[in-house]
């Protein structure tokens, strides 16, 4: 896939994560595609939902499999704003999501490249696509901002 497209879904996930942040919400937003067409789209909503497990990705991924009618997400596309979390990388795992793309590194959760390499570890059934650092420094402007206004 060319760069410009992830460039493209990329603004499509700091669009979402901005309305994340004018919710009070952690401004992490995710979109899932397959042949060029968004399946889903969310934020984190965990606030919201009062749901830990309520990350951007996981909301997707279930938007995505109940569209698909399936669990298996083969095909398809995850664009994040942040390094996946331990759970969310797990979870692409299991869906069997192809490709994940993602904006700004997590050196204290991710769990793709930062502290753990989940989405490509040879002892697990599916391996990941990865390419990180796509707008990394508007994604990590995005949450350096929100949590400077939380302090």
């Not at 502290?115 to 990865?130: C, K």
Request: charged residues 25%; positive net charge.
């Amino acid at each position: 896939m060319p760069e410009k497209d992830d460039e493209h879904y990329m603004n499509i996930a700091l669009g979402l994560a901005r309305e994340a942040f004018m919710q009070g919400e952690v401004p992490i937003g995710a979109l899932i595609i397959r042949d060029g067409k968004i399946l889903a789209q969310n934020y984190n909503r965990r606030e919201e939902l009062k749901d830990a497990t309520a990350h951007a990705e996981i909301l997707v991924l279930r938007e995505a499999g109940r569209l698909l009618g399936g669990w298996r997400l083969l095909e398809t596309t995850l664009y994040v704003t942040l390094e996946p979390c331990p759970m969310c990388a797990g979870a692409l795992v299991q869906a069997r999501v192809s490709r994940l793309v993602y904006g700004a590194k997590d050196p204290k959760g991710g769990a793709v490249e930062s502290l753990y390499n989940i989405t490509s570890d040879p002892r697990l059934n599916h391996r990941l696509e990865i390419r990180g650092g796509v707008l990394k420094e508007k994604c990590s402007a995005l949450l350096q901002n929100f949590f400077k206004n939380r302090r």
